[in-house]
């Protein structure tokens, strides 16, 4: 299907949206520093031409700019055409505009989540490489009430009823949606004030798609897309709370090793309220795991009904790549020792994330023999012990041992870092760990779901 360029000939119901009005809704997402520099994904739809040329004017006149970053998923043969024609719109405006191409081969099945997550990588990697702190990203109240629709008819919780967050702060840039109160009539409106035509994409009436669904229910079966936004953010303040009990939780109870697992009092966790202690469970799963998400509720629910069974009672388990201990009234949650990465080569001045978890750079040291990372497994422990017999019962947990990063050679296990052991005698590995830190993409003080603090502007 082809996208069709609209001429903005009509005017919409809803007043525009005016300069002020973009202004107090920065103001929520903010800060910014000073002559902000803002990355704004623009399709080349109404929704996302009208924030990147808000955007335009707000950051001038704070004494900065704006660049325009748009997708080619490279999925049909028209996309091309389209991501040139939203740079001829915006570079006679001053907006410097970079197609960004989703290369390589695309998947058979699942190309829409295939395709989001190839458009935030590619994002995520142009805003870092041009240290760039905020994306600003394009959805609107109507976006938002479909978004709840559609997580309403799939179960979730609270969580997922909250729907978008106003920021989500991640390890490449802040990413910023600060129209989530404004309808998409109202952006309409602003182009057409402004002369400025936009594309339609036909997708967004095919009945293939659950979003469109969604959108064709609550215009056809008498909804409010306001109301349902509202839903929204009062889901996202019961989200909110959950997570400063959660964090205050944690506070109390968890303490989290270097090496990357952590230790937690079971008497407070059981004691809490479930959807607070779960909402904590999942949290420090994530973070020991690697994960970029929290594991399956029902899975997490079933360790959750084990450990409610008592602080005294014995329970191991696995779940979210972790390996779960309780006795004595501690539970100790570690990377479990499968689906470690195969070892890495490695160089002098390399710096890697390995494992999603460890933050690793590496230094010269001695002669090189093929030095590689890796995890010190079954064998890389067995090897150890024996030059180092007192590491058996010390000074880590037993269930932690496997999955600890180790550097390795030809003649075997060189270091491992966290166990304060150094192969006694023998060639070097030619690098040695210069740095090495736990950084998990998700920690266990997370940024938590940011509701935005300015005037409703729902009445557009």
């Known amino acids: 299907m082809t996208r069709q360029t609209v001429p903005p000939l009509a005017a ?39 924030l ?13 700019k704006v ?20 740079g001829d719109w915006l570079t006679p405006r001053g907006i410097a505009h970079h197609i960004l191409v989703w290369t390589g081969e695309k998947p058979a099945t699942g190309v829409q989540q295939a395709a989001r997550a190839a458009r935030y990588a590619l994002l995520g990697q142009w805003c870092r490489d041009a240290g760039v702190l905020h994306l600003l990203l394009a959805h609107n109240r109507d976006d938002q009430a479909e978004t709840l629709l559609l997580r309403l008819g799939a179960g979730s919780g609270p969580d997922g009823l909250a729907a978008m967050a106003a920021v989500r702060e991640t390890p490449d840039m802040r990413l910023l949606r600060p129209l989530l109160a404004v309808p998409g009539s109202a952006l309409r409106a602003s182009l057409v004030e402004r002369g400025q035509a936009w594309i339609e994409d036909p997708s967004n009436r095919d009945d293939r798609f659950a979003r469109v669904r969604a959108r064709r229910a609550i215009a056809e079966g008498g909804l409010s897309a306001e109301a349902l936004a509202h839903a929204a953010g009062r889901f996202g303040r019961v989200r909110a709370a959950l997570e400063a009990s959660a964090s205050a939780l944690l506070a109390e109870t968890v303490r989290v090793h ?31 795991g690697g994960r970029a998400h929290a594991p399956r509720l029902d899975r997490l629910e079933r360790l959750h009904r084990q450990l409610l069974g008592g602080a005294g009672v014995a329970v191991s388990a696995t779940l979210g790549s972790c390996r779960v201990v309780a006795g004595q009234g501690v539970l100790l949650i570690c990377r479990e020792d499968r689906g470690i990465p195969a070892p890495v080569p490695v160089r ?16 010269a040291a001695g002669e090189a ?35 600890l990063p180790a550097l390795i050679d030809g003649a075997g296990v060189v270091t491992v870092p966290h166990l304060n052991y150094r192969r006694p005698k023998g060639a070097g590995a030619g690098v040695a760990f210069a740095e090495i830190r736990f950084s998990p993409p998700n920690p266990l003080a997370g940024n938590g779901f940011f509701l935005p603090n300015h005037p409703d502007i729902l009445s557009l």
């Open 67 to 86: 660049t325009a970053l748009t997708v080619d998923h490279g999925l049909r043969p028209e996309a091309a055409d389209e991501a040139r024609r939203v």
């Open 369 to 403: 023999e093929n030095p590689r990372l890796a995890g010190l497994g079954a064998a890389g422990w067995s090897e150890i012990v024996r030059h180092r017999p007192a590491l058996k019962g010390g000074p880590l947990p037993d269930p932690v041992h496997l999955s």
């Open 258 to 288: 270097p090496a990357g697992f952590a230790r937690l009092s079971l008497r407070p966790l059981v004691s809490a309220p479930d959807e607070v202690s779960l909402r904590a469970l999942a949290r420090v799963i994530a973070a020991i």
């Open 52 to 64: 990147v040329l808000f955007a335009q004017r707000w950051a001038e006149r704070r004494g900065g």
């Open 12 to 50: 919409t119901p809803s007043r525009p949206l005016t300069d002020d009005d973009f202004a107090t809704l920065m103001s929520g997402v903010g800060p910014f520093e000073r002559r902000p520099h803002l990355a704004c994904a623009v399709s080349g739809g109404a929704d996302s031409l009208a």
């Open 348 to 363: 002098p001045g390399l710096s890697l994330i390995w494992d999603r978890r460890f933050a690793i750079r590496f230094a």
